[in-house]
Antibody, heavy 116, light 106 residues
Framework: QVQLQQSGAELAKPGSSVKISCKAS????????ISWIKQTTGQGLEYIGY????????NYNEKFKGKATLTVDKSSSTAFMQLSSLTPDDSAVYYC?????????WGQGTLVTVSS | EIVLTQSPTTMAASPGEKVTITCRAS?????MHWFQQKSGTSPKPWIY???KLASGVPDRFSGSGSGTSYSLTISSMEAEDAATYYC?????????FGAGTKLELK
């Protein structure tokens, strides 16, 4: 069965960076893009962007350019998202999802808390 | 980007009651998609391409609409339907979600 397993919760200080992982199983990894989505109580669900898991090509929501960097390791069927220059506004649950926009399968979410 | 406005924001329904949630888009979209999310879990695909039920979704759910106005309807509310429902458009990049409708059991 298709599974997307995300890394655990992160507590980070303002100005630092975090890198979240999303390990896929149950399907051919390079056959589907991986997208990343941010969820907060205030802003709801926001689309960050996607990565072409075959080529490594990326497409970002303008709002998250410079904030998020998407990468992939095909050898381990894992997608990564690095968030940089963290501020309290980056505190959220971050999800990976299969596909560039279909989101048929989701990871369980990774809570990122930014606090000094 | 296309803004999706859901209404109501929250609502409560009694068992057996008909429920309708609406989603209005700031520009015309080809299809609307819906997700269900329960507390502490990831969103689940619920309705896709406006009216097609995702696998395992009970047939008391239906979706309809076109252009800028779409809706999700539950013909007869059941306890398990209590959740937050989000609409999603992916006709225009970036994909955008509505703010959600929290449906509670009365």
């Amino acid at each position: 069965q298709v599974q997307l397993q995300q890394s655990g919760a992160e507590l980070a200080k303002p100005g630092s960076s975090v890198k979240i992982s999303c390990k896929a199983s149950g399907y051919t990894f390079t056959s589907y893009y991986i997208s990343w989505i941010k969820q907060t109580t205030g802003q709801g669900l926001e689309y960050i962007g996607y990565i072409n898991t075959g080529s490594g090509g990326t497409n970002y929501n303008e709002k998250f350019k410079g904030k998020a960097t998407l990468t992939v390791d095909k050898s381990s069927s894992t997608a990564f998202m690095q968030l940089s220059s963290l501020t309290p506004d980056d505190s959220a649950v971050y999800y990976c999802a299969r596909g560039s926009s279909s989101f048929a399968y989701w990871g369980q979410g990774t809570l990122v808390t930014v606090s000094s | 980007e296309i803004v999706l406005t859901q209404s109501p924001t929250t609502m409560a329904a009694s068992p057996g009651e008909k429920v309708t949630i609406t989603c209005r888009a700031s520009s015309s979209v080809s299809y609307m998609h819906w997700f269900q999310q329960k507390s502490g879990t990831s969103p689940k695909p619920w309705i896709y391409d406006t009216s097609k039920l995702a696998s395992g979704v009970p047939d008391r759910f239906s979706g309809s609409g076109s252009g800028t106005s779409y809706s999700l309807t539950i013909s007869s509310m059941e306890a398990e339907d209590a959740a937050t429902y989000y609409c999603l458009q992916r006709s225009s990049y970036p994909p955008t979600f509505g703010a959600g409708t929290k449906l509670e059991l009365k």
